[in-house]
Every structure is written in C-alpha cells, then in structure tokens.
C-alpha cells in the first residue's frame, strides 16, 4: 500500500572505471579514499575486481569478500558489514577475492541482476560520506554494477590516444545504461601517470580536454615513483610518504571532489528553493510495499508507469517487507504486484476494480491534501 514519505539523503556513490588495464584505476581507488578519509570524510572503498588488487594493495586477505555479499548460493553468505576491514581513520574497505569472478555466470539469468551492488548499498544510507568502487578492467557485469549503484564515475587515463578511445568506449555504455535502465551517472575524466617532461603528454592533454571539456579534473596525477614504492608496501600513498608529489596530487583531487559537491549542493539549494512549493503539489512521492510472501522478486506496475515490468519497477526487501519509491501527480491509478513472475493485486489495498481479463487491479488514491 502506498504513503508518502520525507527526502532521504544517500552517500556520494563514485564508480572508478575503465577497461583498459595499467591505467591507474586501482591505485586511483585506494589514493582517492585514504585523501577523502583525511579530509575527515567517512569513506568506503568496494573492491569489485575478482583481482582483488585493492585489497592486497592495502594489506588486506580474506576468505570473505564482497562476492558473499552478491551471490545467492554462497557458502558464506553474509551481509556488506560482515566483510567490512578499517584501514584507518574514516576509512574501510569491502575486500574481494577470487571468487568473485564467478559471479557472471552465477547471475546470468537472474532478473534485475544489474542491481545487485545497488541494493546491497541501500542499507548504507547515511553510513558514509562517499563509497568509492574499484571496477575490473573491463565492461562485464559487476562493471554494469558498480556503474548502475554510482551516481558518478571517475575514468582515469593516461595521456596517450588510444586511452581517449576507450573512454570513449565507456562512455557508450554509459549512455546505454541511462536509456535502458533509466539510470543516469555522470562521468568524470582524471588524466593519470603523466609525464611532464615529455611533450607528447602535454598533446595528448590538450587532445583530451578538447575531447572532454569540462568533464576532466583540474587535478593531474604526476608519474611518481613513491606510488609504485607504496604499493609494493602495501600502503597508499599517504601512509607511505605524505609529502610525495603523488600524495599532494591524490589530496588535491580529493579536495577538488569534495568542493565540487558543495558547490552543487549550493546550486540545488538555490533552485530548490524557486520551485520546490510548485514542485510539492505536482509530484508527491509515494512508498510501494508488499508483505506477503516471495522468494526471488517483486515488482510494482501500473498505470503510472505504461505497466512496464524492468529494473526501476523492482521494489528491495528491508526487514522482510518488499519496498519502493516513486514520484506521482494527485490522482487514481491502477496497478498490480509481480511476484516471483506472478501477476497478482495488492494484498493490503481493499480498493480494487476488476480488469478485462477477470483479474483485480488494485487502486491507488494519491493526494496532495495534508
């Protein structure tokens, strides 16, 4: 049955990605969290390789991992907080392991398989200022995860041609992810391991911002070879020596993120403020809920959303109650559950209408008075 309820306000979710190896995507995950993390921002680094290089570069091995947390045929299945490690002040790490490289094949058929990570981090709201996931070097599934729970991505590349191509390459996935899924992540572009003393980068640089605009960071990280030392040390960069150039670059970007979400934020704030009374009587947000029994799935579908069963229709369990959010007008709507791939109405609404196919369809009063 539907309620309304008030704003809820999520973690910054950020996806580092890119499916060309050697970019410093990895070593950009670990640098960026320990930088927020010292910025006294609560931060949690997802290890989403099935390489695990986030974690061992941290120190980090467990039999346990963030494939318990996504598979449902684990031996050891466990929640998010049971495989959660400190690394430091404002700092965890979800580690992975090997095991996580089964998980394609696990979830191939699964519906809603896409959201996986997504729903896992729900239960976080409001745990962590940001949660930074460390993707595989390619555009598989847990790629298509990480990208569907963030909602922004860092795309580190070096300054050579062919890394322009490829994020280029992940772009377009991006963008099939938005109109498929209904979900849209902003990106990033973060130009890594650059080499001031040659003029070729300085090219490449130049080719990339022309390319990319606004999109790419300020922020450069420098080729520093106290990177390399910290990671054969299993450290970041900031434990390893704070005042390398890489440890003032990996800071600089992290500041330039955090500044960046104030500076939204202040925007918002603003427009919010010009429309949000005009706003509150168009579209009020109303939770679906489903307390009957289900194994696998529920989705909600109705006249308010053309009846479409896919990803944005799927509601998430809490405490064993199936739940979701959406944003309707003032008015009646007829919908129905999907449970498990079986059609059926609301248990919990009286008010229901027979449909030409014999069936009920539940009704949903929405209204705007107080």
Request: aromatic share 8%.
């Amino acid at each position: 049955m539907g309620q309304t309820l008030g704003p809820e306000v999520d973690m910054e979710i950020f996806a580092v990605a890119n499916q060309k190896g050697g970019c410093g995507k990895t070593t950009t995950a670990c640098n960026l969290a320990a930088a927020l993390a010292l910025n006294g921002k609560k931060t949690l680094l997802i290890d989403l390789d099935p390489q695990a290089h986030a974690s061992m570069g941290l120190g980090v091995e467990k039999d346990i991992g963030i494939y318990d947390c996504l598979s449902k045929i684990s031996k050891n299945k466990c929640s998010l907080k049971d495989i959660i490690v400190n690394i430091g002040p404002n700092f965890d790490l979800a580690p992975s392991n090997i095991m996580l490289s089964t998980i394609d094949q696990e979830l191939s058929d699964e519906i809603g398989r896409e959201s996986r990570l997504q729903d896992i981090l729900k239960d976080f709201q409001g745990a962590y200022d940001f949660c930074l996931i460390d993707c595989p070097p390619n555009l598989g599934l847990l790629t298509v995860n990480a990208i569907r729970a963030a909602h922004q991505m860092i795309i580190p590349v070096e300054a050579s041609r062919f890394s322009v191509d490829g994020v280029q390459r992940l772009v377009e996935i991006v963008d099939l992810i938005r109109d498929r899924l209904g979900h849209k992540v902003s990106y990033r572009v973060l130009v890594n391991n650059f080499d001031s003393r040659l003029r070729h980068s300085f090219n490449v640089l130049n080719q990339i911002k022309e390319t990319f605009g606004s999109k790419v960071f300020n922020t450069i990280v420098h080729i520093n070879v106290k990177i390399k030392e910290s990671q054969s040390e299993a450290k970041t960069i900031f434990a390893f020596d704070k005042y390398s150039r890489g440890a003032k670059d990996y800071f600089s970007l992290s500041r330039e993120i955090i500044s960046g979400e104030g500076a939204l934020m202040e925007k918002i704030t603003a427009a919010m403020k010009k429309i949000v009374k005009k706003k509150t009587r168009e579209l009020l947000p109303v939770e679906f809920q489903f307390t009957g029994s289900a194994n696998d799935s529920v989705y909600v579908v109705g006249e308010f959303n053309n009846w479409s069963l896919d990803d944005r229709s799927r509601l998430t369990k809490d405490n064993g109650i199936w739940k979701t959010q959406v944003s309707l007008k003032p008015g009646n709507y007829k919908y129905r559950f999907v449970v498990d791939g079986k059609w059926t109405e609301d248990p919990s609404n009286p008010i229901s209408e027979k449909n030409p196919f014999g069936e009920l369809d539940s009704i949903l009063m929405v209204s705007d008075e107080a």
